[in-house]
C-alpha cells in the first residue's frame, strides 16, 4: 500500500505538538533547502532506480551498528543489498566496511566531510529540512554537488515528503517509498544508549528517548500499512523488538538474496 501525505499529517502533528516545534520554521527549512538545491537537485527517480527490487539493508546509527556492520562483512554478504545508512552511520560504512553506501540520509548532524566522501565515491544524498537544522543548511548544501531534498511539511520544488521522522525511520520509508523488495534493520536499537556513531551532542536524554520511541512506533505503523507488500526484518539482535518486522540474525542473511 502506498502511504500518502494526508496519512503523515496526524504524525506530524503529533511530533511538533510533543517537542514543541515550530511549523513555521520547518516551511522555511524546506524553502531554504528548495533555493540551496536549484541547478543541482536529484530527482527521487535516481533512488528508484538504485534501490528498486532490491532487498535493501538499513543501517540506523544505534549502539549495535559496528557490531551488526561486522557480522554483515563476517557473512560476506554486504554487496549483495542496496545500503541505506542514516547520517552517523556513513562514518562506520566508510571506516569499518570499507564500502560506499548507496543512499545516505542525512538531516546534517553526522560528520558532513564523510558524507561528503560517500559522495565522492558514489553515494545518493537526500539531505532534510526542518526547523532546527537551518544553519547546517546554510553552511553545508552548497558543498554537495547534488542531492534529493526532504521535508516533514508540504513538499516544495527539489524537496519531497517522504515521511518519518528521525534520519533511521525516514531512510525505511525512503526505501519502502522507492519499491523495495525487502528491508533489513541493523544498528537500529531504540534503547536508551546513544550510540557513538550517532549525534553525541544530545540535549536531554528524554527528549532522544521519546523522539526514539515515536520513530519506532512509525516503523510499526508502516509495518501494519505495508504488510503482504513488503518482507521487514530486523537483525539488531540488542535492540527492542519492533512489532511487524522479524526476527533474523546474521547467519540467516544469505537466504534472503
Given at each position: ?47 528508484r532506480r538504485r534501490l528498486a ?205
Amino acid at each position: 500500500m502506498e502511504l500518502g501525505l494526508e496519512d503523515w499529517w496526524p504524525w506530524y502533528h503529533r511530533i511538533i505538538e510533543t517537542f514543541g516545534y515550530d511549523q513555521a520554521k520547518d516551511e522555511y527549512a524546506a524553502d531554504l533547502l528548495s533555493k540551496l538545491l536549484a541547478g543541482k537537485a536529484l530527482d527521487p527517480a535516481v533512488l528508484r532506480r538504485r534501490l528498486a527490487d532490491w532487498v535493501v539493508l538499513v543501517f540506523g546509527a544505534g549502539p549495535s551498528l559496528e557490531e551488526n556492520l561486522k557480522q554483515v562483512i563476517h557473512e560476506g554478504v554486504l554487496h549483495e543489498f542496496a545500503t541505506v545508512v542514516a547520517d552517523g552511520a556513513t562514518t562506520a560504512i566508510l571506516q569499518v566496511a570499507k564500502a560506499v553506501p548507496d543512499v545516505v540520509v542525512t538531516d546534517l548532524d553526522g560528520i558532513v566531510s564523510d558524507i561528503l566522501t560517500a559522495q565522492k565515491q558514489g553515494s545518493i544524498i537526500v539531505i532534510h529540512a526542518h526547523g532546527d537544522n537551518i544553519e547546517q543548511l546554510e553552511r553545508f548544501v552548497p558543498e554537495f554537488s547534488s542531492a534529493v531534498g526532504s521535508t516533514q511539511v508540504e513538499p516544495r520544488p527539489n524537496v519531497y515528503n517522504f515521511k518519518g521522522f528521525t534520519d533511521g525511520d525516514r531512510a525505511v520509508f525512503l526505501a519502502s517509498a522507492m519499491g523495495a523488495k525487502a528491508i533489513v534493520l541493523a544498528g537500529m536499537d531504540f534503547g536508551s544508549t546513544v550510540g557513538k556513531y550517532s549525534k553525541q551532542k544530545v540535549k536531554s536524554l528524554a527528549v532522544k528517548r521519546e523522539k526514539l520511541k515515536i520513530s519506532r512506533e512509525l516503523l510499526e505503523w508502516l509495518a501494519e500499512k505495508t504488510k503482504g507488500s513488503i518482507d521487514l526484518y530486523n537483525m539488531t539482535a540488542n535492540g527492542e523488538k519492533i512489532k511487524g518486522f522479524q526476527n533474523i540474525k546474521p547467519v540467516d542473511l544469505k537466504k534472503l538474496v
